[in-house]
């Protein structure tokens, strides 16, 4: 089964963006649903956004028109660019496949003055 490793996260100021990469030790091309997931501290953890194989995505209302999801086959790599980052995006984040598999270790992303 492809393992998939989030990366990417760091500290951020406020109005800040980031990029996190979704790696996958093989070809993605095969998982069809993956999606990137977040758990602040406190908290359960939250689906933040999703992707499908034919690049279909939904988003978690409070991160829609900031965040965009994406994935490249060539680079077996899904993406979140998130832009405007306020202090309730922090949390540690994760990518998964979806229906979940196993959970990988997370990027943590801090947004703080």
């Known amino acids: 089964q ?5 990366s ?5 100021q406020p109005g ?5 990469s979704c790696a996958g030790s093989g070809s993605i ?9 977040r758990q ?10 999703s992707i499908n194989s034919i690049g279909r995505s939904y988003y978690l209302v409070s991160v829609e028109g ?6 490249g086959g060539a680079e077996n790599t899904m993406y979140l660019q998130m832009n ?10 994760y990518c998964n496949r ?4 196993p959970w990988g270790q997370g990027t943590q992303v801090t947004v703080s003055s």
């Open 66 to 71: 900031r965040f965009t999801i994406s994935r």
């Open 84 to 93: 405007n980052l306020n202090a309730e995006d922090t949390g540690v984040y």
């Open 40 to 49: 602040a501290p406190g908290k359960t953890r939250e689906l933040v956004a």
């Open 98 to 101: 979806v229906p979940n598999g």
């Open 16 to 20: 800040g963006s980031l990029r996190l």
């Open 2 to 6: 492809v393992q998939l490793v989030a």
């Open 8 to 12: 990417g996260g760091g500290v951020v």
């Open 29 to 37: 091309s095969g998982i069809n649903g993956m999606a990137w997931y």
